[in-house]
């Protein structure tokens, strides 16, 4: 019995020597932990460090690395597509925040007053993020398709709407794009949003309505000052993700028409990997540095910012 | 102590686990290691390139007769099949991730570059020593000879551009298969009486991915513009903003936003122009007069549909701009596998357009698989030489020759020209987006767009 009692806790004053360490169980916790570093060592930290590393040089990863400077950082910056992919993403971006964030709030609102079958509604808002995400782009691909045929464009035919061309048009990639990523990515939202709900307290409420709340003020002073710092949370990794869309812009439209659906993101595959003959990946690099080192900072500000907002 | 050790041993089996994890994890490095010769030295263990992903079951059954045939010729060569297709983005992920097969295709665009980056393995002393060098065709030759006069690849097949169409379209619009288009002006007259009769893309073209470039190249060529000039001395202009790119956009345009008869899709690449070809949505398009093999065999288009005419051609000096590609070997195998790579290369590529016997049993074991024979093509060495390898399968050509008599008949009037050298595929790529203004912009200005992707491949062309 004696053996499963733990020790008792060394005076702050006594040496920890490498023995002491392990008596106290150091080696075993090294232990467990140790496949996980590894496994991270291996699949994470080395390829940033490579990464870091090769946007210094000049490779097709088969000869020789050679070290260039900031060149591929010059390079990428002199490079008229980043602009235009700068400004693609920013307009995903806003888009996506446009359409994308009030919806799943409003949709856990919504849920959350339903009574019954309360689970149904939850199993079918998270379906779409069940499909995965290339299935879910192909499916989108043939409801989008532009011919009077396609499944959106006959829907628009029963009321007298002529055909639109979804994602041949360089002003309705975009939007079209965004309205997938919104349907994809609102059940993890609705979900997360559902969860924070159920921690608001009730007696709020009840004291709302003893105080004669309509329901949207109800929602407006009591459900979202609540729910802010899940909001803020909510937003930032909103924002970062859009920083960083690729799945759509490169499995609907490839970047096109025209150019205009080339994400930050985009240009740095493309500069990797769409030239057959070993691609520049010194700029593809150099440029995902730049997006990190933004991204960090952006997060850094946005959390200094809101912290005094958000509840602890 | 006890619980220090009961614990220690916990974390030894975790870790222990998490070992075999990542043993397993790297079980791909042991894949890679199996493609050169076995421990035992019995066998050398050669990964070849076969079809695209898609082929069907009868391509594989036509390429395992082979195979076995092979094997029996070569007892101490162990043949593997590798499904392979040439893409820019995963071709250059393949080549630096190690897991090309060790014998695959390359474009002709794409090997001078190759070689120059020391990315293909020299082949010079075996070419010699086949005793074939100077049967190719010079100009091919050249194509994968680098500067130091080593030669790094077997030049394999050649195509020429041409106009594919649906001949049960053409029917439908009342056109005559047997007398398509022969200048653009009546590929747009086509295009417009296909879709007013049946509502389909009476024309269509590639559009990204870099084959929109393609395409507008070889269109400019057809009416007699040149995309780029070679200054002979390793530099090279770009002439984009030249009059047949010009007339190319704007014939686009026209089909696009006049007629009407482009259809909906200005999305489309290789595989995917075939894919809507093949299922009869589109009346015409331009592509290498070898690609029926791959509408039939990967696409399932019907035979009796497909019909192939060679380009129109304008203005002066117009040709057709050709293509083809080179079969190489991996630059990372050890000699016992590129020895065995040579002697397949040369018994599964070069053997059967230069002997009877291999012509004879290539085509039988296709056709026995139900797989195209006879696709033209342009021969890599000379054309008495693939004239004379046609008769010798004569018995087993299953392709509809009379639908390809348009293309057959008259492509030996025509001038190939080669594809442009400079930054080729770059150049392409910064072509597409000229190529989806045009189809998506009804007020696009053709001179400006041209003038803009001029300074831009001269820009590149300068670095």
């Known amino acids: ?312 | 102590m006890m619980s220090i050790s009961r614990r220690t041993a916990a974390a030894g089996v975790t870790l222990a686990a998490g070992a075999m994890l990542l043993t397993a994890c790297s079980s791909g490095e042991g894949g890679e290691a199996a493609s050169s010769s076995d421990a035992g030295g019995s066998k050398v263990e050669l990964r070849v390139a076969t079809f695209p992903p898609g082929a069907d079951a009868a391509a594989y059954e036509a390429f395992a007769t082979q195979e076995a045939q092979f094997e029996e010729a070569n007892p101490d060569i162990d043949v593997i099949g590798v499904e392979y297709e040439w893409t820019g983005p995963t071709f250059a992920v393949q080549l630096a991730g190690g897991s090309l097969p060790d014998v695959f295709t390359v474009p002709f665009t794409d090997s001078k570059t190759l070689l120059e980056n020391g990315q293909l393995m020299d082949v010079t002393d075996e070419i010699e020593e086949l005793g074939y060098t100077d049967s190719f065709n010079p100009v091919i030759l050249d194509g994968v000879t680098g500067a130091d006069g080593h030669i790094y690849g077997f030049p394999r097949q050649a195509y020429a551009m041409g106009l594919h169409y649906n001949r049960d379209l053409f029917e439908q619009a009342g056109l005559d298969p047997d007398d398509p288009p022969a200048t653009w002006d009546e590929v747009r007259e086509a295009a417009n009486a296909i879709t007013e009769a049946t509502g389909k893309a009476g024309y269509a073209q590639m559009a990204i991915n870099n084959t929109g470039g393609w395409q507008l190249t070889a269109q400019t060529v057809s009416r007699g513009g040149r995309t780029q000039s070679d200054d002979g001395d390793g530099t090279y202009t770009s002439t984009i903003a030249n009059e047949g790119t010009k007339a190319t956009l704007q014939f686009l345009h026209d089909v696009r936003w006049e007629d009407d008869s482009f259809g909906y899709k200005v999305d489309l690449d290789w595989g995917t122009i075939n894919q809507e070809f093949a299922a009869g949505n589109i009346g015409m398009y331009t592509s290498g007069s070898d690609v029926y093999t791959a509408l039939v065999r990967d696409f399932g288009m019907d035979p009796a549909q497909y019909g192939l005419t060679v380009m129109p051609l304008e203005g002066d000096d117009p040709g057709t701009l050709g293509g083809g590609d080179i079969a190489v070997v991996s630059p990372t195998v050890d000699d016992a596998t590129k020895a065995a790579a040579v002697k397949w290369i040369d018994w599964y590529y070069m053997q059967k357009l230069m002997d009877e016997d291999a012509a004879v049993a290539d085509a039988s074991a296709l056709a026995a698989a139900d797989q195209a024979v006879g696709t033209p093509v342009l021969p890599v060495l000379s054309r008495e030489l693939y004239e004379q390898s046609q008769e010798w399968i004569a018995d087993y050509i299953n392709v509809p020759l009379d639908q390809m008599a348009p293309f057959t008949d008259r492509i030996w009037d025509q001038t190939p020209v080669g594809e442009p050298k400079g930054k080729t595929q770059e150049i392409y790529a910064l072509l597409d987006p000229v190529v989806q203004t045009v189809l998506t912009d009804k007020d696009a200005d053709i001179d400006a767009l041209l003038a803009q992707a001029d300074a831009d491949a001269q820009a590149l062309l300068d670095q």
Do not use: C
Request: proline share 7%.
């Open chain 1, 1 to 312: 019995m004696t053996t499963t009692q733990h020790p008792p806790a060394a005076p702050a004053s006594r040496r920890a020597t490498p023995l002491s360490w392990i008596r106290a169980g150091g080696l075993s916790k090294l232990l467990f932990a140790l496949p996980m570093i590894l496994v991270f060592a291996i699949f994470s930290w080395t390829p940033i460090v490579r990464s870091v590393v090769m946007s210094f040089q000049k490779t097709n990863l088969l000869t020789p690395a050679e070290w260039v400077g900031l060149d591929n950082f010059q390079a990428v910056l002199n490079d008229p597509l980043l602009g235009t992919a700068v400004l693609n993403t920013l307009y995903f971006a806003a888009l996506a925040l446009v359409m994308g964030f009030p919806v799943p709030i409003l949709m856990a609102v919504l849920m959350s007053e339903v009574k019954r079958g309360k689970g149904v509604y939850s199993a079918l808002a998270y379906l779409p993020v069940v499909v995965p995400p290339v299935v879910a782009v192909l499916l989108w691909k043939v409801f989008y398709d532009g011919s009077p045929d396609g499944v959106f464009n006959t829907i628009l035919g029963w009321f007298g709407i002529g055909p639109q061309p979804w994602l041949q048009s360089t002003s309705m990639a975009m939007p079209s794009l965004v309205i997938e990523a919104t349907w994809a990515a609102a059940g993890g939202s609705i979900i997360i949003y559902l969860a924070a709900l159920l921690s608001v307290p009730p007696e709020l409420y009840d004291a709302a309505e003893v105080d004669g709340a309509s329901i949207w003020r109800k929602a407006w002073h009591v459900t979202l000052p609540q729910l802010r710092g899940v909001i803020f949370v909510m937003l930032i990794l909103q924002i970062l993700a859009t920083a960083q869309v690729f799945l759509e812009p490169f499995l609907f439209t490839g970047g096109g028409p025209a150019n205009s659906t080339v994400t930050v993101l985009l240009l740095i595959y493309r500069y990797a990997f769409q030239n057959s003959l070993g691609g520049n990946y010194g700029m593809a690099t150099a440029l995902s540095v730049m997006l990190a080192g933004f991204l960090a900072v952006l997060s850094w500000v946005y959390f200094r910012l809101t912290n005094r907002w958000s509840t602890s």
